[in-house]
Every structure is written in C-alpha cells, then in structure tokens.
C-alpha cells in the first residue's frame, strides 16, 4: 500500500526550531518530487515547499523562505521540513504530499501532523 | 504568485442536485488545474488533474471543464458522499497555490 506517515509535531515556543519527518513506503521514494502542504486550524491549503529526486532543486513560498529548509534521504525514504524561527501564524496541521510522477499533481498525501506554534 | 478564487464560500445542496464551483485564475495556468475533496478532519484527495481528467476510482459523477482562465467542477448529482470542502489547484509553476475552498453543505 502506497503511504505517507508524518511525525514530529508538537507544540513549540516562537522563535524555536523543530524539524518534520514523513516516512514513504509502497513506492520507489527515489523517483518522485515531493511536497509539504500545510492547513492553519480553520483555514485553506497551503503549499509550502517542494523538492525534487535528487535535492538539487527546492522550491519555497515566500513567507518560509530562509526560514524553513525542505530535504529528503533516498535511502530511508524519508521527505523532512526543518522549520526554524517559528511564528505563530505557522501553526497548521502538515501534510507529505507526492506529486504524481507524469502530472505534477498531489497524487498521495500523509494523515498529517499538527505543528502549534504558542508561548 | 498566480491567485486562485473560487466561488461560492459555501454551498447548500440537497441530495441529487447538481453542484456547480468555479475556479478563476489571475493569469494563464494553462490546463494545469486540479481540484481536491476535502472532508473533516482528514487529507484532501485528488478528483480531477489537467483540467478535465478524473482520477482512475472517481466516480463519473464529477466532472473539469476549463475556459480560458475559469475551471469549473461539476457534480452531476449529488451523493451524501460528497458533502465535504473542494479546493481546485494551479500547478502551472513550482509555485502551488490552491483556491481558498468551498464547503457543500446539506441543505
């Protein structure tokens, strides 16, 4: 069965650090982009970063940008978010998402894990 | 960043009916709109990609249609299934954005 197991939420003081992992399995990890998406209590989606097979392409929205650092480990099969300076308006459930390997579309998505940023 | 706006909000529908949300883009995306299905408290999942293709395991009950800058998705009748949020998705650029939703409510 194809699927996607987030962990490392938790609540988190501002200004702190923590990092997301998404462990993949069903699939050849090695072959697919992958993407973070996130969804504030409430709220819409969000797309939050992608990355590609061999991390030599990342791409960030702007408000993350130089804050969060997405990256992946082929031989765990292991997608990470290493989210630093964390703001309140970070807090959101993440999802793992795959991006279907001929469409670019969000094929696959993890249950998510729930990120609380409060002092 | 390419905006997404879908209307309505939100949706009240009974069951049978024909539901109708539309998506308009800031700019040319070309055909490269998805739309998701989002229910409470779990992941959204995939229903349409180019615009018009229905994943494999959707029912024929949904449909894409694109016009220039306007996507619309369509539900031929409504199932108790499918009372749930909608979100279409640009993914013209590596910059993703999503649609801020549209809630199908019982009416």
């Known amino acids: 069965e194809v699927q996607l197991v987030e962990s490392g939420g938790g609540l988190f003081q501002p200004g702190g650090s923590l990092r997301l992992s998404c462990a993949a399995s069903?699939?050849?990890?090695?072959?697919?982009?992958m993407a973070w998406v996130r969804q504030a209590p409430g709220k819409g989606l969000e797309w939050v970063a992608t990355?590609?097979?061999?991390?030599?392409?990342?791409y960030y929205m702007d408000s993350v940008k130089g804050r969060f650092t997405v990256s992946r480990d082929n031989g765990k099969n292991s997608l990470y978010l290493q989210m630093n300076s964390l703001r309140a308006e970070d807090t959101a459930v993440y999802y793992c998402?795959?991006?279907?390997?001929?469409?670019?579309?969000?094929?696959?998505w993890g249950r998510g894990t729930m990120v609380t940023i409060s002092s | 960043d390419i905006q997404m706006t879908q209307s309505p909000s939100t949706l009240s529908a009974s069951v049978g009916d024909r539901v109708t949300i539309t998506c308009r883009a800031s700019q040319s995306v070309s055909n490269w709109l998805a739309w998701y299905q989002q229910k409470p408290g779990k992941a959204p999942k995939l229903l349409i990609y180019e615009a018009s293709s229905l994943k494999t395991g959707v029912p024929s009950r949904f449909s894409g249609s694109a016009s220039g800058t306007e996507f619309t998705l369509t539900i031929s009748s409504l199932q108790p299934d499918d009372f749930a949020t909608y979100y279409c998705q640009q993914y013209s650029t590596f910059w993703k954005t999503f649609g801020q939703g549209t809630k199908v409510e019982i009416k």
């Open positions: 998402v795959r991006e279907h390997i001929l469409y670019y579309v969000f094929d696959i």
């Open positions: 069903g699939f050849t990890f090695s072959n697919f982009w």
């Open positions: 990355i590609n097979q061999d991390e030599s392409e990342k």
